[in-house]
């Protein structure tokens, strides 16, 4: 006998709450240490879930762990994409992308710290960030606002510059990282192929208010 439509979806609601549960402790384990040695039992326990629910929703931790790097990333490029809505051209939505991820690091400390933590391969990679950031790439090469040929060198050094700047952030509180931003950004535009005076213009431009 099939099951009731109100009880299934309750059931869908509470698997997928489970399965948060689960992400968000993974994401509270890898931004506090960047390690994945914590037992299934101690992650289960740290998102208050039975220890038999782990396998209803991943296949092991590396496959947990995937998935909350997937979703910090995820919510770190629509935090980032909402305020980058209006610009068009692509040498200035990675310009104030690179700039606003220093600036945002305050308030998303877990996503700053896992991203961090991630390194620069899982970060080009990645879900998220990586489509977006390497469309714009593939547009600024396709404009010829960027003369880079390959669209992969481009992506590795946006992804480098901002792991330079959460770097910055973590082991320098008291630099001002939204100068340090500026000049990061004014640095990537000018290696991807903007002459010194426009890269320095874009980089220095009032960066889009938040919605």
């Known amino acids: 006998m099939p099951m009731p439509a109100s009880r299934r979806n309750r059931f869908e609601r509470r698997r997928a709450e489970t399965r948060q549960a689960l992400v968000h402790a993974a ?9 994945t040695s914590a037992s299934i039992r101690a992650i289960a326990e740290l998102a208050d879930v039975g220890f038999g629910s782990f396998y209803n929703h991943f296949t092991g931790k590396p496959d947990l762990f995937d998935a909350a790097v997937a979703d910090a990333l995820e919510e770190y490029a629509q ?7 209006g610009l068009d051209d692509p ?12 600036r945002m690091a305050g308030a998303h400390p877990e996503i700053m710290r896992i991203l961090c933590h991630s390194g620069l391969g899982r970060i080009c990679t990645g879900r ?34 901002l792991l330079a700047l959460l770097e910055l952030w973590f082991t320098q509180p008291e630099a001002d990282n939204g100068q340090a931003s500026d000049s990061m950004a004014e640095m990537l535009l000018h290696t991807l192929g903007l002459s010194a005076d426009e890269a320095r213009d874009i980089a220095r431009r009032p960066l889009p208010p938040a919605a």
């Open 128 to 161: 998220g960030l990586a489509p977006r950031a390497r469309r714009d790439v593939e547009q600024g090469i396709a404009s010829g606002r960027f003369t880079v040929v390959d669209p992969v060198v481009g992506l590795v050094a946006l992804d480098g510059s």
């Open 79 to 85: 935090a980032i994409g909402e305020r980058l809505h």
């Open 27 to 35: 994401r509270q384990i890898l931004a506090e240490s960047g390690h």
């Open 91 to 102: 040498a200035e939505r990675l310009a104030a992308g690179l700039r606003l991820s220093a």
